[in-house]
């Protein structure tokens, strides 16, 4: 959600407008792990998890609407749906969640070492520091995952548009 579509250009659902934000579902619930049952959590990843699968979905009915041979219809909407896929699952719910679990982990760990606070401000401080580190590491994370992808599964494409995903 960098910048706006041009005005032209078919707004992007998944893309372009509020629903985006529940990508970031299971970075909140991360964020929230020492406050709030396990199960929240794992809801949070379900609602990241869910807005992947129907992002996928949505792009390749969209490759899939595109005139072409039946042949070159089918392999587009491959490529679209396992591109978005794979894309979303990386960028929007492992690494993140991943990143900044490690991140609230640690710094609850250190506020435990290095501090006398009592254990609540500890976990209320570790949730702060976690919910203020995910705007930073989302753009890191989507470079990465596009040179991840580019230097790997996308080179199996066959000579196809490269789906933007990102």
Same mark, same amino acid.
């Given at each position: 959600? &960098?910048? @706006?579509?041009?005005?032209? !250009?078919?707004?992007?659902?998944?893309?372009?407008?509020? #629903?985006?934000?529940?990508?970031? =579902?299971?970075?909140?619930?991360?964020?929230?792990?020492?406050?709030?049952?396990?199960?929240?959590?794992?809801? &949070?990843?379900?609602?990241?998890? &869910?807005?992947?699968?129907?992002?996928?979905?949505?792009?390749?009915?969209? !490759?899939?609407?595109?005139?072409?041979?039946?042949?070159?219809?089918?392999?587009?909407?491959?490529? !679209?749906?396992?591109?978005?896929?794979?894309?979303?699952?990386?960028?929007?719910?492992?690494? %993140?969640?991943?990143?900044?679990?490690?991140?609230? !982990?640690?710094?609850?760990?250190?506020?435990?070492?290095?501090?006398?606070? %009592?254990?609540?401000?500890?976990?209320?401080?570790?949730? =702060?520091?976690?919910?203020?580190?995910?705007? #930073?590491?989302?753009? %890191?994370?989507?470079? &990465?995952?596009?040179?991840?992808?580019?230097?790997?599964?996308?080179?199996?494409? @066959?000579?196809?548009?490269?789906?933007?995903?990102?």
């Amino acid at each position: 959600m &960098s910048e @706006p579509p041009p005005r032209d !250009a078919e707004r992007d659902l998944f893309r372009d407008t509020w #629903v985006r934000y529940l990508g970031y =579902a299971n970075e909140v619930g991360e964020a929230f792990r020492s406050l709030v049952p396990a199960a929240v959590v794992w809801l &949070s990843y379900g609602v990241s998890s &869910s807005y992947v699968l129907a992002d996928a979905i949505d792009k390749g009915k969209k !490759a899939g609407a595109i005139p072409s041979s039946e042949a070159g219809r089918s392999t587009r909407v491959t490529v !679209a749906v396992v591109d978005t896929f794979v894309w979303q699952a990386l960028a929007s719910v492992a690494i %993140p969640g991943f990143t900044i679990n490690r991140v609230c !982990a640690a710094s609850l760990y250190i506020l435990g070492t290095a501090t006398r606070w %009592p254990l609540s401000i500890r976990k209320w401080t570790t949730t =702060a520091l976690g919910l203020l580190v995910i705007p #930073v590491i989302v753009h %890191p994370i989507d470079r &990465s995952v596009d040179f991840l992808l580019d230097s790997s599964l996308r080179k199996l494409y @066959p000579s196809v548009e490269k789906p933007s995903s990102s």
